[in-house]
């Protein structure tokens, strides 16, 4: 045996009349500070050992001569390295058990005390959020060993027992059918405040997303800043990335928050960060907890107080309002999947029920989510917004299997007229699919924009004009189908700017078209005319007459024969439209 390289011999692990079996150790050697052990290649008998521990061995230098063993000194080696081999197993080696019980710290099973009291909140521990949106043994979890920065304030048995994560647990795991970086913060940790571990673990996960493109999915629940981390040297901490790095991921990858107890300051900033937000019933949102709003001097409220979930599902922060933290959970899940491409074709809905969405009556109110589910794959609608700008909905939903977003005008509401609210929704939704790919069905049936010195009041000209700018930068295709009605600069708001905007433009049977409401037209067109009858049954008669013309002008017919739509379609066939439209992309 000759030295593979320049070293220092430190050990003999054989002596001459040793016989060892092929793979035995038998010499250690020394360079720059690593041990290199050298083993038998075959079965041999050692005759000679040539160097004394501690000597200097130049490369190529011979160490040991060795004979072929004999077949007894094979059995004999042989039966040595078997029993070595079958020794009873101890467990884990003393470095990795150190490893495994320090991990142990971090588990919900090591705090039973807190996860009872969690759990008597019917609430989920932060470790079970992740557990119920990832795949089962998909989640590996950054920086789990963090504490939180209070060594010189608090002991460690301290910190690992009672600031496990520093209570943010963050990673990458596979939500459906890709991997997204997961966080949760950790309500049961220093009330979910924001530590500077916490921080740093936050920005090296949004980093990695940045850097891999990965969708993130956020549970905000707890407080701002902490102030009891003195570990760190630093005032305010305002030089934090956290909030600027969430919010570089916008418009870049899907993000996805969710919130199910107390969520206040940088919490809440994280959260409204996010496409699309879930909130359980039991949640508040606020950008100051009672603390702050009292330091602040506006007085003194409870935490139930301050962004109830009523309030924020109706001003437009909630866009999924849900029972519990399971169903938040199921929601996220399915709000992330609509960006993650085509999937196999869900089940086609009975096309004839849309024949009896609208009703014959045409100033009779109805329920147009019908015209939505009846369109989209079966249960595979989610409502977004429905508390906030109610004279539209605005859905995720797939169509023979592709992602797409709905818009549905609401007759229900303001008869179905886009208000500074409904213009906002929008909006926004619109940015939403375009940024991510998703085509956009738009259901029209609308009198057009509210108007009036109240909605005026609302800001409603900026709310239309940015709609507008949205539209006009669309790069995703858009479908436009009006139900009934479709007036005035309202309906070409609906429709992507204008009727040929949209790849197609088509009108059920019951649709009806006009520069505004045709009783509107009627009174302020006709004005002269009906002014010179008798006030009466006469001049009704009159405007009942001439609103029949107009009507009959603007109807779906009449606006398909000069090329104003591209079809009248039945009802039935609009989901075969959807799909030869979108079949080619």
Request: glycine letters at 12%; hydrophobic letters at 45%.
């Amino acid at each position: 045996m000759r030295a593979p390289l320049q070293a220092q011999l430190v050990s003999w692990l054989v002596k001459p009349g040793d016989t060892v079996a092929a793979g035995q150790p038998l010499v250690i050697l020394e360079a720059m500070k690593m041990e290199h052990e050298l083993r038998a290649e075959g079965a041999v008998r050692v005759t000679d050992i040539l160097l004394a521990e501690g000597e200097t061995v130049q490369e190529g230098e011979l160490l040991m001569r060795a004979a072929p063993a004999t077949l007894a000194d094979n059995l004999a080696a042989n039966s040595a390295q078997t029993g070595a081999a079958t020794q009873p197993d101890t467990g884990p080696r003393p470095d990795l058990q150190a490893v495994l019980d320090r991990h142990a710290f971090t588990l919900d099973a090591a705090r039973p005390e807190a996860m009872a009291k969690r759990h008597g909140l019917g609430q989920r521990s932060a470790r079970e959020f992740i557990a119920s949106v990832c795949e089962p043994d998909s989640f590996i979890e950054y920086g789990a060993l963090a504490v939180a920065a209070q060594r010189s304030r608090r002991s460690d048995a301290d910190l690992q027992k009672n600031t496990p994560a520093d209570g943010l647990v963050g990673g990458i795991g596979q939500v459906g059918a890709a991997s997204a970086v997961v966080m949760a913060y950790d309500a049961t940790v220093l009330a979910g405040t924001q530590g500077m571990r916490n921080h740093q673990k936050t920005d090296r996960l949004l980093g990695v997303a940045l850097a891999q493109k990965l969708p993130v999915l956020l549970w905000a629940e707890g407080g701002g800043g902490r102030p009891g981390d003195v570990d760190m040297p630093i005032v305010a901490g305002l030089h934090v990335g956290t909030f600027a790095a969430l919010a570089r991921l916008s418009g870049q990858v899907p993000l996805i928050g969710a919130t199910g107890g107390r969520c206040f300051a940088g919490n809440a900033a994280l959260l409204g960060c996010c496409d699309i937000v879930i909130a359980t019933r039991a949640s508040n949102i606020g950008m100051g907890g009672p603390a702050m709003v009292e330091g602040g001097g506006l007085g003194v409220f409870k935490p139930d107080q301050i962004g109830p979930s009523d309030v924020q599902h109706a001003n437009g922060v909630i866009d999924v309002l849900v029972d519990d933290e399971v169903q938040a959970a199921a929601v996220a899940r399915q709000a992330l999947s609509y960006f993650q491409g085509m999937q196999p074709a869900g089940e086609a809905p009975d096309p004839q029920a849309l024949r009896d969405v609208v009703p014959e009556n045409r100033l009779r109110a109805y329920d147009s989510r019908a015209a939505v589910t009846g369109l989209a794959d079966v249960g595979s609608v989610l409502w977004l917004r429905e508390g906030y700008g109610r004279s539209l909905h605005t859905a995720l939903a797939r169509v023979a299997g592709r992602p797409v977003g709905v818009v549905a005008s609401n007759p229900q509401h303001l008869g179905g007229a886009v208000d500074a609210d409904a213009a906002e929704k929008l909006t926004r939704f619109l940015r939403l699919c375009d940024t991510h790919g998703l085509p956009v069905v738009s259901l029209v049936d609308t009198p057009g924009f509210m108007v009036g010195p109240d909605a005026e009041a609302t800001g409603l000209v900026r709310r239309v004009g940015d709609l507008f700018n949205q539209t006009a930068r669309l790069r995703v295709p858009y479908l436009a189908v009006v139900l009934r009605k479709g007036y005035g600069l309202g309906a070409m708001g609906l429709t992507a700017g204008g009727f040929h905007a949209p790849v197609f433009t088509v009108a059920w049977p019951t649709g009806e078209f006009g520069a505004m409401g045709l009783e509107g037209a009627v009174r302020l067109g006709f004005r002269k005319e009906l002014e010179g009858v008798p006030e009466g049954p006469a001049r009704e008669a009159l405007f009942e007459q001439l609103l029949a013309q107009q009507y009959a002008a603007g109807s779906a017919t009449n606006m398909a024969a000069t090329l104003e739509i591209d079809a009248v379609i039945d009802p039935a066939d609009t989901r075969r439209w959807v799909e030869r439209a979108l079949g080619a992309r």
